[in-house]
């Protein structure tokens, strides 16, 4: 192409648009121009754009040519004669070859978009173009409508002969509320006359819709909405169900001894619609014998106490039943009578019942034992205490005291928290009296008590205390004590403690020193 030799002031229009056309959505218009001496060498400039639309966004794109500052360029658009000016910076730098710039938003839809992209040192028009964009097609969307109906009045009838039938109809409901979740949207709507309602434009996809009313239970389900199709959901609410108190035992001693207070702890929860109050009572056999008021919302459980006076006319099994106007739990409670002196029992099939139970003679005595030996109350006798069982427990605050005592478990064994194993000697004259226990599991003796001590007028022997197990040995905030003191000396006894599992003596005290 021969290039123009007059100077900038003197340069005629050159630029020869190749391409003008009406494009619809992406359609553009290349546009390619010669610019005169225009740069401070005086060589011409050659530029080639194209102008297009996607959607109501304008590009324009560089085909080929020279690249040009991006303040030297700015494109206008006139539509329905208003006319708008878009320059290309920021940002800044060039528009080279293979450029694109894009302008969101600049034309108008279902319009025509006269656009020009002018080289503004120069005034040359670059390209040209008429654009009419069409705006993104609206998304196909679906309705749901339909009645809310509520419980009327009982309307009578009468069927053959002389005898009536009573039903219960309904009514459609004005005012309720209508919900849809879902495809991304949350909506409501209020029926009208004869309970109707109606939701437009949802999207295609899964909603939960609900109807609600004053007084009424809630009602919901779930429904798919089609594009371009209505949805039918009606609903039929129901008066709320008033409140309804349910009742379990959720804890209980199995046994009791006669003369003691037996506590029973109850769980109420209210599985109506409604807030309500009753009344929770403890019945043995016929009688009352504890009661409290308990108020619940919808759907709330809590755990009440109830106490129960055993006299000793109440020895053997008793049947316990928790209540209330609504439901009732019921249990069994072993009441043991106290003028036996039983001591001890053991549960056999590990139910937490008592299978056999046995007085402070029987139990010092008592050898080996199959299942679980549980020591509840406190003995006192003036022979050694010797008894084998699967498993053992002195329950929290007993003391067993004796001369001497020997306790193995094949499973885990448990002092009680308070609670004390005494072979104290105290005198003239008096015989050492070890405690000796062995446990195939984990010792449990935490907080408790074991002493051999001894005291006499002329001089002491204090027993050992030998524990031997296979599991861990917790001894903490425990005291132990086979310290011998007498008038003319004394002799201590050995405290020896051995623990597959480890020893745990945080807080405990040893007399004399673990050996």
């Known amino acids: 192409m021969s290039r123009s030799t007059t100077n900038r002031a003197q340069t005629e229009t050159v630029g020869v648009i190749l391409l003008l056309g009406v494009f619809v959505v992406s359609a553009g218009a290349v546009g390619t121009v010669y610019l005169g001496d225009v740069s401070s060498e005086g060589d011409g400039i050659v530029v080639s754009a194209d102008l297009s639309a996607a959607e109501t966004d304008l590009r324009v794109d560089h085909l080929g040519g020279d690249a040009l500052p991006n303040e030297e360029l700015a494109v206008v658009v006139r539509t329905d004669g208003n006319t708008t000016r878009y320059p290309f910076t920021p940002p800044p730098g060039e528009f080279a070859p293979g450029d694109r710039r894009a302008f969101p938003d600049a034309l108008a839809a279902n319009a025509s978009n006269e656009v020009l992209l002018y080289h503004e040192p120069s005034g040359e028009r670059i390209a040209r173009a008429i654009l009419t964009p069409e705006p993104q097609p609206a998304a196909e969307t679906g309705s749901i409508e339909g009645t809310v109906v509520g419980p009327g009045a009982a309307s009578t009838r009468v069927a053959s002969g002389a005898s009536f039938g009573v039903r219960q109809v309904t009514t459609p409901l004005v005012g309720a509320t209508v919900a849809v979740d879902g495809a991304g949207r949350v909506a409501e709507a209020t029926t009208g006359s004869g309970g109707a309602y109606r939701i437009d434009g949802l999207e295609p996809g899964e909603y939960e819709v609900s109807a609600a009313a004053p007084g009424l239970a809630l009602s919901a389900t779930t429904v798919e909405v089609e594009p371009n199709e209505t949805a039918t959901v009606d609903f039929r609410l129901d008066p709320l169900e008033p409140a309804d108190f349910e009742v379990e035992i959720a804890g209980v001693d199995a046994t009791v001894e006669a003369g003691d207070p037996l506590t029973v702890d109850a769980a109420v929860e209210n599985v109506g619609d409604e807030r309500g109050t009753k009344t929770v009572a403890l019945r043995v056999g016929d009688e009352v014998t504890d009661s409290v008021d308990v108020t619940l919302d919808p759907g709330e459980r809590r755990t009440v106490s109830?106490?129960?006076?055993?006299?000793?006319?109440?020895?053997?099994?008793?049947?316990?039943?928790?209540?209330?106007?609504?439901?009732?739990?019921?249990?069994?409670?072993?009441?043991?009578?106290?003028?036996?002196?039983?001591?001890?029992?053991?549960?056999?099939?590990?139910?937490?019942?008592?299978?056999?139970?046995?007085?402070?003679?029987?139990?010092?005595?008592?050898?080996?034992?199959?299942?679980?030996?549980?020591?509840?109350?406190?003995?006192?006798?003036?022979?050694?205490?010797?008894?084998?069982?699967?498993?053992?427990?002195?329950?929290?605050?007993?003391?067993?005291?004796?001369?001497?005592?020997?306790?193995?478990?094949?499973?885990?064994?448990?002092?009680?928290?308070?609670?004390?194993?005494?072979?104290?000697?105290?005198?003239?004259?008096?015989?050492?009296?070890?405690?000796?226990?062995?446990?195939?599991?984990?010792?449990?003796?935490?907080?408790?008590?074991?002493?051999?001590?001894?005291?006499?007028?002329?001089?002491?022997?204090?027993?050992?205390?030998?524990?031997?197990?296979?599991?861990?040995?917790?001894?903490?905030?425990?005291?132990?004590?086979?310290?011998?003191?007498?008038?003319?000396?004394?002799?201590?006894?050995?405290?020896?403690?051995?623990?597959?599992?480890?020893?745990?003596?945080?807080?405990?005290?040893?007399?004399?020193?673990l050996a």
Not at 318 to 331: G, W, Y
Not at 354 to 371: C, K, M, Q
Not at 488 to 498: A, C, F, Q, S
């Open 306 to 513: 109830l106490r129960w006076q055993t006299l000793p006319s109440d020895v053997g099994e008793q049947t316990l039943t928790v209540e209330t106007e609504d439901d009732t739990a019921t249990t069994t409670v072993e009441v043991l009578d106290a003028a036996i002196d039983a001591v001890a029992y053991v549960d056999r099939d590990d139910d937490g019942d008592p299978d056999e139970r046995y007085t402070p003679v029987e139990l010092a005595f008592l050898g080996s034992v199959d299942g679980h030996l549980v020591v509840y109350d406190d003995v006192e006798v003036t022979v050694p205490v010797t008894a084998t069982a699967d498993r053992v427990t002195i329950r929290d605050g007993v003391t067993l005291r004796a001369d001497g005592v020997s306790l193995e478990s094949e499973g885990n064994l448990r002092i009680g928290d308070g609670a004390a194993i005494d072979t104290s000697q105290a005198g003239v004259f008096v015989r050492p009296a070890d405690v000796t226990v062995r446990v195939g599991g984990d010792l449990n003796a935490r907080g408790a008590t074991v002493t051999t001590a001894a005291r006499d007028w002329i001089f002491a022997s204090a027993g050992d205390i030998g524990l031997t197990v296979g599991g861990t040995a917790d001894l903490r905030e425990g005291r132990f004590d086979a310290t011998g003191v007498g008038l003319l000396g004394g002799r201590d006894g050995r405290i020896t403690v051995t623990a597959g599992g480890g020893v745990l003596t945080e807080g405990a005290s040893f007399d004399p020193n």
